[in-house]
């Protein structure tokens, strides 16, 4: 192969991938839309590239920060097929927007934010980082929150913002402890506040199981949703009955009846279910939704009783 014929495949190659990728971007927002991932048993959208569809990290935040953009600024799509824009400079873009309205509390227009993003269009990614902050100064602190950088097999560097009172609180619990760790090491101390703070949430749950088993039968339901916490260890459970996957993120989980009480459904321990916040909303809008075609056809029936 010559290498002008190496370039032109090259070119045509490019061209596909950069349409490929337009149509991956479409994809999540009609799979968000529909909340395929849910269906799917994995916690978020971002659960789903990772877990389900083997992209990095990394690669996965840029597709869904890209296509988020794409439902305000749909002229974005045309510009990422030419190149004047790739998914770094729309996720940049896309997380300065989201900033900006954090700190404002208004949500910019699809104007503004076209204009935003007519901004980054030909840029590198610290070019486009560079204009996003002469833009919006005030918000290089929200965007550059917190970084994890894996130091060895056993240290992680850990970065973060924290307010002016929790810098305070730090400084004293450092010298509360500062017999047991005499170099204030911010690792080590945080490392032990938070062995302590699980092991304490630990010692309630097994101290609620407890309860409930020495507690009268009439008495069970008080600690009931406790003990369905300790249980599963904080996981969710929803399971997709396709795939037989289950979600089990530990990130907002909270419980569930399995039976909705509205539906006849007790306090019962065996009536409930740890579900992550998403799952839980996923599944009430089912059973509501299959609890108001029931409704439907129950009252529809009754009519043509009356009618007959
Ligand atoms: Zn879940």
Known sequence: MTIDEIERQMRAALSDERRATNRVLVLINLAEARKLHLERGFSSLFDWLVHGLGYAQSSAYRRIEAARLLRDVPQAAAKLETGELNLSTMAKAKSAIRAKEKRSGRKMSKEEQAEVVSKVENKTIFEAEQTLVTMFPEISDDVYQERKTVISADQIRLSFNISAEGFKDLEWVKNY????????????????????????????????????????????????????????????????????????????????????????????????????????????????????????????????????
Request: with cysteine; aromatic share 6%.
């Open 177 to 308: 402890l500062s017999h047991a760790e005499p170099k204030g090491d911010t690792g080590k101390i945080f490392a032990r506040l938070l062995k302590e703070f699980r092991a304490r949430i630990e010692k309630q749950g097994q101290r609620a199981t407890s309860a409930m088993e020495k507690a009268p039968e009439n008495e069970r339901r008080a600690t009931a949703k406790k003990v369905s916490l300790h249980r599963v260890q904080r996981r969710c459970e929803y399971k997709d009955e396709t795939t037989g996957k289950v979600c089990g993120t530990s990130f907002q989980v909270e419980v569930d009846h399995i039976r909705p009480r509205a539906m006849g459904g007790e306090d019962r321990l065996k009536n409930y279910r740890c579900l992550c916040r998403a799952h839980n909303q996923l599944v009430a809008e089912q059973k509501l939704g299959q609890y108001r075609v029931n409704r439907w056809r129950s009252r529809r029936s009754t009519h043509r009783q009356d009618g007959s």
